[in-house]
């Protein structure tokens, strides 16, 4: 069996093909060029533009031709809802063209099975950090349980609005990375509450900061408490689930200074620590394919007219009937 995967919750339009197995036969990517903060209605006008060729450029990447598709899976949510329309359609269209199943899957869920699938992580707690999410979950009871999250904007989010607010550049994540080394630590507030994270704050204190300190100073010390922030909720989850392996999923985690600070805390707790490769911890079309695997093969079905988007979808929402 051969899915096609469709991505296009943001900025970010993907179209991956993964076979029964696991395999990744493409998984092409257009991104679209930010020079400010996304406008749904503009990445939604890209996504339409976008799709159709590369919908062909992911088929020519795999070798394979559109009658060998034998599903079709799209991200269904959560994310932006004209975004998200733009792929339903094209989905529900090539189904209906091609007389294939779709089905709409969740984009949370697809980030933590690509993750399992490329690292062979069995049962990790999951740290997942992007532009619109933020969270510590972990497989409990036939769900991806959410031990920790963001109670207001995503960690990701944060960076690049410092980012864009001080005119440095868009996306921010890699310009801050980039920007933090060399710098020192100033003072900024590290907000934790229970398990959850709070980073609004920190971002107007950011923000504040570099009208006295150097950028690289203020870079780096965004990036050291709100990364740290982070790994403390990802620790004290691992304490109390005892899950012995940690994965990452999202952009924000190719982050090379986040990663070896959840290496650092790993190793502390003898637990392995895993990273799938840079193309898959960001926005993709394979993990929407793979899920699409997955659900497909535990017995999912859709009819068209269950396919509406759902933009608030919460990771949690989602029965895993394939574990
Ligand atoms: P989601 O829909 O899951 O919220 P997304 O649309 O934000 O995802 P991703 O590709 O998962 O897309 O993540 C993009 C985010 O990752 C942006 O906020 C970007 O600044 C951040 N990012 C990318 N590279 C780095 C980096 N090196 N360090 C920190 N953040 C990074
Ligand atoms: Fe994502």
Not at 74 to 91: D, E, T
Not at 150 to 173: S, V, W
Not at 229 to 249: G, Q, S
Request: charged fraction near 20%.
């Amino acid at each position: 069996m051969l899915c096609l995967g469709i991505e296009g919750t943001a900025e970010k339009l993907g179209v991956g093909i993964v076979s029964e197995k696991g395999e990744i036969l493409a998984n092409e990517g257009k991104p679209m060029p930010l020079k400010e903060g996304i406008h749904p209605r503009e990445a939604a006008q890209h996504h339409a533009q976008n799709i159709k060729p590369l919908i062909e450029r992911a088929l020519a990447k795999a070798g394979v031709g559109m009658e060998e598709v034998d599903l079709i899976a799209f991200s269904r949510g959560p994310g932006l809802g004209p975004c998200l329309r733009v792929i339903a359609v094209a989905a529900r269209t090539l189904a209906l063209r091609y007389k294939i199943p779709v089905l709409g899957v969740n984009h949370c869920v697809a980030h933590i099975e690509i993750g399992r699938l490329t690292t062979g992580a069995e049962d990790p707690l999951t740290v997942y950090a992007s532009g619109g999410n933020t969270q510590v979950t972990a497989f409990a009871a036939k769900r991806y349980r959410v031990f920790g999250e963001t109670l207001d904007i995503a960690l990701g989010n944060c960076i690049d609005q410092f980012a864009r607010e001080l005119k440095l550049g868009a996306p921010g994540g890699p310009i801050v990375e980039r920007l933090a080394k060399g710098g020192s630590y100033v003072e900024l507030p590290y907000v934790v509450k229970g398990m959850d994270l709070s980073y609004s704050g920190l971002l107007t204190a950011a923000i504040k900061k570099a009208k006295s300190a150097s950028i690289a100073d203020v870079c780096f010390s965004l990036q050291e408490t709100a990364f740290a922030m982070l790994v403390e909720v990802a620790e004290r989850a691992l304490a109390h689930t005892e899950k012995e392996e940690v994965l990452i999923a999202g952009g924000v985690t190719v982050n090379a200074r986040l990663q070896e600070m959840l290496r650092s805390m790993c190793a502390e707790h003898g637990a392995a620590f895993y990273a799938p490769p840079g193309e898959v911890l960001g926005d993709n079309g394979a993990m929407i394919a793979w899920l699409g695997v997955l659900s497909y093969s535990s017995g999912v079905r859709q009819r068209l007219e269950e396919t509406q988007v759902i933009q608030r979808w919460r990771t949690d929402e989602v029965e895993v009937l394939w574990r």
